[in-house]
C-alpha cells in the first residue's frame, strides 16, 4: 500500500470522479498538437488510476468524451480512437489486474465499431470483479443518461423512485462519487453525473490534465478530508 504522511489519517473517499479538461492547452502551450496532448493525458489517467486504488479508492469515473465532443473535428476525435485502439487493451489490463471491473458508460453505440468491440472485450475480461471499478465515460452525457434510465422505467411500466431511477443510471449499484474533480481552470460540471453528484465535494484544480500528478489527487483527498459533510443536517445533528 502505497500510504504516505500525507495520506495518513485521511478520510479516503470510496469513488473519485475526474473532469479530465486541458489536454489541448496543456499540448499547445508546448507548441504540440493537440493529440500528443491526449496521449499525455491518458498517460496520467492511467497513473492516476493507480495511485487512486492504491490509496484505497474503489471506484473512479473518468470523463473522457463528451456527447458534445462528438462535434470535435474529424482528426481530433480519430486521434482519440487511435488511442484506444493502440493503447487501451494493455493499460486497462494493467489497472485492472488487481480485481477491478471496467464499464465503458454512455452511449458507445456512436462509436466506431472496432473501438466498441475493443471496450466490449475489456470489459468482458473484467466482468467477475466486484467492489473495485472504473467508469469510462465516452459519448456520455448526463441529461442522455437520465432520459435513458427514465425510459427503461416506464418500458417496464415501474413509477420511479429515487433509488430505483439511481440503480437504472450507468452507475446503477456503486456508490455516488463522493469527490468530484476537474482541471483545467474551469469551474463547471459540463453535464457529467449530474444525478449522482448530489452531494459531491468539487474541487477544482488549475492544472490541466497532462500536469495534474499523484501528489496533486493527494491534495484534493486530503481536501475532501478535511470537508464536513452535512446531507443537509445541522452540525448538532452530526455529533
Ligand atoms: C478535455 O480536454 C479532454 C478530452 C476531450 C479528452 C480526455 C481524454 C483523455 C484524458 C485521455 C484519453 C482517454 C481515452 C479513454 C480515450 P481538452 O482536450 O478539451 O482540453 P482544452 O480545454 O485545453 O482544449
Known amino acids: 500500500m502505497a500510504r504516505n504522511k500525507i495520506i495518513q489519517g485521511t478520510k479516503i473517499p470510496q469513488h473519485i470522479a475526474i473532469i479530465m479538461d486541458g489536454n489541448g492547452r496543456w499540448a499547445k502551450k508546448r507548441l504540440m498538437p493537440r493529440s500528443f496532448g491526449h496521449k499525455q493525458g491518458m498517460e496520467r489517467m492511467i497513473g492516476l488510476m493507480e495511485h487512486a486504488f492504491d490509496l484505497g479508492v474503489k471506484y473512479i469515473t473518468v470523463y473522457a468524451l463528451s456527447t458534445e465532443n462528438l462535434q ?10 487511435n488511442l484506444i485502439r493502440n493503447h487501451f487493451t494493455s493499460y486497462m489490463e494493467r489497472v485492472c489486474s488487481k480485481g477491478v471491473r471496467l464499464k465503458a458508460i454512455g452511449d458507445t453505440t456512436l462509436l466506431p465499431p472496432d473501438v466498441q468491440e475493443i471496450l466490449r472485450n475489456s ?6 470483479n466486484e467492489g473495485k471499478g472504473i467508469n469510462i465515460a465516452l459519448c456520455y452525457g448526463a441529461r442522455a443518461e437520465l432520459v435513458r434510465a427514465t425510459n427503461i422505467a416506464v418500458e417496464r411500466g415501474e413509477k420511479v423512485t429515487e433509488e430505483s431511477l439511481a440503480g437504472l443510471l450507468y452507475t446503477g ?9 476537474r482541471t483545467g481552470k474551469e469551474v463547471r460540471l459540463s ?5 449522482q453528484s448530489a452531494y459531491s465535494e468539487l474541487y477544482f484544480s488549475d492544472k490541466m490534465f497532462p500536469a495534474f500528478t499523484d501528489k496533486d489527487l493527494e491534495k484534493a483527498i486530503v481536501w475532501f ?7 443537509g443536517k445541522t452540525d448538532e445533528q452530526l455529533k
Not at 478530508?225 to 446531507?231: A, E, P
Open 123 to 128: 470489459e468482458k475480461k473484467t466482468e467477475g
Open 225 to 231: 478530508s478535511s470537508r464536513t459533510r452535512r446531507f
Open 72 to 81: 470535435r473535428p474529424k482528426e481530433e476525435l480519430e486521434g482519440l480512437y
Open 173 to 181: 449499484g456503486q456508490p455516488d462519487p463522493e469527490l468530484i474533480i
Open 191 to 195: 453535464n457529467f453525473l449530474l444525478y
